[in-house]
């Protein structure tokens, strides 16, 4: 199994590096968490191919985390006819959004191969190779007047556990950590290092039983160099992946 960053800025695109988006590859098949990258764009330029993608997951309904996903519905519903997945997206209303800004080109936005699907709190994503749990966060409490929800997503494939948290609330107010992360050995755990400081961070992940922590969606600021300083501590190991890097699992 191996997991591809595709995007690792936080909330706008800088020199060299997309918004949040990644790419998980199982015997032969993909999956993305996130679309704030140019998806259709990246996988042609890497070789690979839209009809191999099986299934896409959105945290949560910001852009900087989801802008990629327009192309990638219209051109699959539209252009690679041999496509067959679903889309997850945090609410209907989202679906709605999606759908009606690929009928305002003019172009097909439903399709029997390729669904736009909302979570709901009994989802369970189970296709035979992966399976994926999304576990609501408190990242749109930020603001009060949002409207909209955000997941982490619990991962098992190939016989790893994997853990996303996707963005969370500013200084994970409300105790803003899966709780699934103190379960078990994981294989791999993929954070966000944007809303809280890395001092915050170091305090929820020190105690995991897990073999690489990678954070993401995070800005070239001091809080950067503080989430380096945590490489060498522990007995896992912390990476801090730029676009294009990968990681087996």
Known sequence: MKLTFLGT????PEKDRHCTCMLLETQGRLYLVDAGAPVVDILAQTGRKVEAVKGVFLSHFHFDHCVGVLQLMDLAMNY?????????????????????MIAA??????S???KMLAYNENLVFDDGYLKLIPIQTRHTCN?????????????????????????????????????????????????????????????????????????????MDENYEGLKAMQGRYDFQVVLPKDGDEIEV
Not at 9 to 12: I, R
Not at 105 to 110: F, L, T
Not at 167 to 179: A, E, Y
């Open 143 to 219: 603001n009060p007047a949002s409207i909209i929800k955000s997941y982490a997503f619990y991962v098992e494939t190939e016989g790893k556990r994997l853990l996303f948290t996707n963005d969370m609330s500013m200084h994970f107010m409300g105790d803003d950590f899966p709780k699934i992360a103190y379960e078990g050995h994981f294989d791999l755990v993929v954070t966000e290092g944007a809303h809280f400081t890395a001092a915050e961070l170091e305090e929820k992940v020190s105690t995991i039983d897990m073999d690489v922590l990678a954070v993401t969606h995070v800005n």
């Open 105 to 110: 080109s003019g172009a097909q936005c439903e």
């Open 80 to 100: 690679y006819r041999g496509s067959e997945f679903n889309l997850y997206t945090p609410q209907q209303h989202e679906v709605l959004a999606i759908k009606g």
């Open 112 to 114: 029997e191969r390729v």
């Open 9 to 12: 800025a936080c909330g706008f």
